[in-house]
């Protein structure tokens, strides 16, 4: 009964509200024996307020639908509950054909729902519900321009058609909504409800009034009074990976192994359900592995699996479909010598073919045939293992087995990269990469590329030129959808345009292929990328390639270097309180499984966050020093070869994250040495809460790494018999030792606290931690400081421009956070390809203290002519100009002769110039 007293007191108190603003909020209300049958015939939906008012996008001209639909929302604190009347007055022109997920319901009538359970519209769920029965779903994040999950969640709908309406009724479990953490979750969602009518002219109309698509979801309207998420929802099954061990006449065989996320649901004992299969584990916080044994799927491709984990109660705590992927193979072939790319490298020894052949059937032998010879291989418990002896190996040697081609291994005399034993290697020395995800030649103002005309004149930067191969943009954007979503080999243009791209990098210097960007964002096939991959390196075999992706595992096949880019993605709400989208602890728990699966033929680095998604979440922000430094130092700790930050130009944006990374690039840059060629030692960690320790050596150096993954101190113990050998270690960049007693180090971190040691001196020259934060805390005074009355307030500004072609650099909500930030040469507005007279509007808070001075910072500022009016409604006058002076480079300060209380500022630029905008500033005197 609390549930439904609670509802029923937060619509009386907030009745105010919903009397006053009824368009813009509807309460959820109490569900009371609601039966999901299409009939909304039960007294709750009676009793429930109703969303109605649908209008048409303004860019099909606007105005309220021709014909009325209403929806009601109840909630009883598991589930929400949607009921939806759509009014049909020609009922026999009513398309209702189409039924399960498998058909497209846009074919038919049908209600789409929307929803953003964090109460910001950066991420949203979708559900296509269409009369005669058809469905689909989808998550988007980033304001729906990626799909970063192949969202199947559990959730029942039921329609009925009458002869006037039609009636739809949908149940919406809170467990599928599983990527919204209860930590994210807000009581007043933004949603929308929109209706596709096919009768007569058709027709789409939404209740959210939106101007050109049923996306713009920071426009949608509010959910009021939604439940919060119970903490033992808080589960994720993440992914399924089918692990083939045979086959037979049914499919193939083998294990499923399920990976599942749990942040604040309870530990303990849980079961897993994959159709007859059940499997009984403990969950630990952070990540699990949970393996399905000797399952059979039916089919090459995809498999869509039911899967269900329940708690000890018996009780439904996360239940989700998943598309496991099954590669059909009889035999593969693995390599230990060579170790990678099946091919002998510069300086290492071709005396040796070494390896196993992994057998899919209960065939007892196989026939390895090396150059022409052949080898009958016994197999036992599915490996034939071989070791040939080379006594001359040409350039090229053909390997069969069974009669079948499978790779051609070559002897090559020299190369740009390759790896070896998990070490990126560039022109025959072990490397560790340090550069940039977005250099300077993108978003940089001209203020910054004057500063710093490259990445390497700010900081120690050793990358070089990579060479994009990414296939939409060799080709056309389209083929992303034709094609690499598919489980099949490329097309023959595809091909072609990569010779083309190959062929025309042969004499470039860059030592990388970048094969593709976040392909779990938008769903494409491991296995058409992994052709992708085995094509290039038969094209050039001498040159690495590298994949940036939130789930290398999937993508393990598909590159020599796994980046992943696990971003915090920071905000901050109301109450000044920070969250993060992901942990760093998940974060580590993600390089750790690289770390333990990608062998000595991969190489992993790291890509952190440096940036804000202010561009499309208003309650973005920069990661902190700490937050950057500890990201960066996560990887390290699991083995990663080089980091490479995105993005250049938006770390230089606020000085918390400008100086983490000079901090950590010079760190890096002095170590580098150490940590190219770095052997993992044998350490015990353990901690009072998730830390990443790291012991390594190389030569007579050894560094002992240990970092905190949290946003609260903690205690570690790091124990090995290293430390019996080494018994004093040097704080790098920070003042004194620390002494190792009885093979062990006690450290107390603060949070997000990073400790590095080493066994001699290495920072002879650098400045210290102290230091570096004496400066930072100097800068952050300067910037907060100046006496901008707009200090902070950017979201309280509107602001309008011209557009630009293709698309605008910095969208409104960056602008916004940018030009009121206090930082003077990071862009804001950056117009390119304008038609006609560039100008900028801005619209001030009603309250804003009469100002004196107006500086305005950006480049060619010249001729800058200034405007005000005092309302909107008012005609722009020239403002009263004092005097106008240029204070440097990328500055113009207008005085006023007198205090201004203005409301809307407009600034004209000189024609056929190509200004940009940093900063403005309103001050008092």
């Not at 595992?553 to 796994?562: N, P, S, T, V």
Request: charge should be negative.
């Amino acid at each position: 009964m609390n549930f439904y007293w609670s509802i029923v007191l937060y619509i009386f108190l907030h009745l105010f509200v919903f009397v006053g603003f009824a368009e813009e909020t509807l309460p959820v209300c109490p569900a009371r024996g609601i039966a999901v049958d299409g009939r909304l015939d039960e007294a709750a939906w009676g009793e429930a307020p109703c969303g109605s008012g649908f209008s048409l996008l303004a860019a099909q001209g606007g105005g309220a639908s021709s014909v009325r639909t209403e929806f009601r929302v109840l909630t009883d604190g598991e589930s929400l509950y949607f009921g939806v009347t759509c009014f049909e007055p020609s009922r026999s022109e009513l398309r209702a054909d189409l039924r399960g997920p498998d058909a497209n319901p846009w074919r038919n009538d049908l209600v789409e729902l929307f929803l953003a359970p964090t109460g910001v519209g950066d991420e949203y769920y979708q559900f296509a519900l269409s009369a005669g029965g058809a469905s689909w779903q989808q998550f988007f994040g980033e304001h729906g321009n990626i799909r970063p999950e192949p969202y199947f969640p559990e959730y029942s709908f039921a329609t009925q058609i009458f002869d006037d309406r039609w009636e739809l009724e949908a149940r919406l479990p809170f467990t599928a909504f599983y990527l919204t953490p209860p930590g994210r979750w807000s009581g007043d969602w933004l949603a929308n409800v929109t209706r596709h009518r096919c009768a007569c002219t058709p027709e789409d109309s939404t209740w959210s009034p939106l101007s050109s698509s049923f996306h713009e979801s920071d426009d949608f309207r509010h959910l009021a009074g939604v439940p919060l998420k119970p903490d033992r929802y808080d589960l994720l099954l993440k992914s399924a990976e089918f692990r083939q061990t045979g086959s037979t006449p049914e499919g193939y065989r083998g294990d499923v192994l399920v990976e599942i996320h749990a942040n604040d649901a309870p530990p303990g004992d849980y079961r897993i359900r994959c159709g007859e299969r059940e499997v009984l584990f403990k969950l630990q916080a952070g990540r699990n592995v949970v393996t399905l044994p000797r399952m059979t799927l039916p089919e090459g491709g995809r498999n869509l699996l039911r899967l269900e984990v329940t708690d000890a109660a018996g009780e439904t705590v996360a239940a989700r479909q998943y598309p496991v992927l099954v590669e059909p193979a009889s035999v593969r072939l693995h390599f230990t010598r060579p170790q990678y790319g099946g091919n002998f490298y510069p300086g290492e020894d071709a005396s040796r073919l070494e390896g196993w052949v992994e057998v899919f059937s209960d065939a007892p032998e196989v026939a390895l045939e090396v150059g022409g010879a052949c080898h009958v291989l016994c197999v036992q418990d599915r490996r034939a293992y071989f070791s040939v002896e080379l006594a001359e190996l040409p350039e090229s040697l053909e390997i069969r087995v069974d009669g079948e081609q499978r790779c051609i291994v070559r002897r090559l005399p020299t190369a740009r990269a390759w790896v070896r034993d998990g070490q990126l290697v560039v022109d025959g020395k072990p490397f560790f990469l340090l550069g940039w995800y977005g250099a300077s030649g993108w978003k940089c103002s001209r203020a910054q590329r004057e500063r710093y005309s490259t990445p390497a004149a700010k900081h120690p930067f050793n990358d070089r030129e990579w060479i994009n191969l990414e296939p939409s943009r060799l080709c056309d954007w389209d083929v992303e959808g034709e094609e690499m979503v598919l489980d099949r080999p490329p097309s023959a243009r595809v091909l072609e345009a990569f010779r083309r791209a190959v062929a025309a990098a042969q004499d470039a210097d860059g030592f990388l292929y970048y094969l593709c960007d976040e392909p779990e964002c938008r769903g494409l096939s491991p296995i058409y990328l992994k052709h992708l991959y085995r094509f290039v390196k038969r094209l050039d075999p001498t040159r690495v390639v590298m994949i940036i992706t939130r789930e290398p595992l999937k993508y393990l096949e598909c590159a020599d270097i796994l980046n992943p880019h696990p971003y915090l993605s920071p905000t901050v709400d109301e109450k000044g309180a920070r969250h993060y989208h992901q942990t760093l602890a998940a974060a580590g728990d993600l390089y750790a499984a690289v770390e333990e699966l990608h062998g000595p033929d991969k190489v992993l680095m790291a890509t952190p966050q440096a940036f804000s998604y202010n561009f499309n979440n208003r309650n973005a922000d920069f990661p902190t020093f700490d937050e950057f430094n500890a990201s960066v130092w996560t990887a390290v700790c699991h083995g990663a070869r080089g980091i490479t930050p995105f993005i250049f130009y938006d770390h230089l944006s606020r000085p918390c994250t400008d100086v983490a990374a000079d901090y950590v690039f010079t760190s890096l840059g002095r170590l580098a040495p150490v940590l190219a060629e770095a052997e993992t030692l044998p350490l015990d960690c353990r901690s009072d809460g998730p830390v990443a320790a790291r012991l390594c050596e190389n030569g007579a150096d050894r560094l002992l790494v240990a970092c905190n993954l949290q946003n609260a101190p903690a205690t570690v113990s790091c124990s090995a018999a290293a430390l019996r050998e080494t018994p004093r270690w040097q704080r790098f960049r920070e003042a004194g030792e620390v002494a190792a007693h009885d093979a062990a180090i006690e450290l107390e971190l603060a949070p997000f606290q990073v400790v590095v040691l080493s066994s001699r001196k290495l920072d002879e020259g650098l400045p210290t931690l102290a230091s570096v934060r004496q400066e930072l805390a100097r800068r952050e005074a300067e910037r907060s400081s100046r006496g901008n009355l707009l200090f902070g307030r950017g979201r309280e500004v509107a602001v309008a421009f011209p557009p630009s072609r293709p698309y605008e650099l910095c969208n409104a909500m960056e602008q916004q956070d940018k030009l009121f930030d206090g930082v003077l040469d990071a862009g804001a507005w950056l117009p390119m390809n304008v038609d006609g007279e560039l100008w900028y509007e801005l619209t001030l808070p009603p309250e804003t203290k009469p100002f004196r001075r107006l500086r305005v910072w950006g480049a060619e500022l010249a001729g800058l002519a200034v405007k005000f009016r005092s309302d909107v409604a008012e005609p722009w006058r020239d403002a009263p100009v004092l005097a106008a002076t240029s204070q440097g480079r990328y500055c113009v300060e207008v005085e006023c002769p007198e205090p201004q209380r203005v409301r809307c500022i407009r600034l004209e630029f000189r024609t056929g110039s190509k200004p940009e905008l940093y900063e403005l500033e309103l001050l008092e005197q």
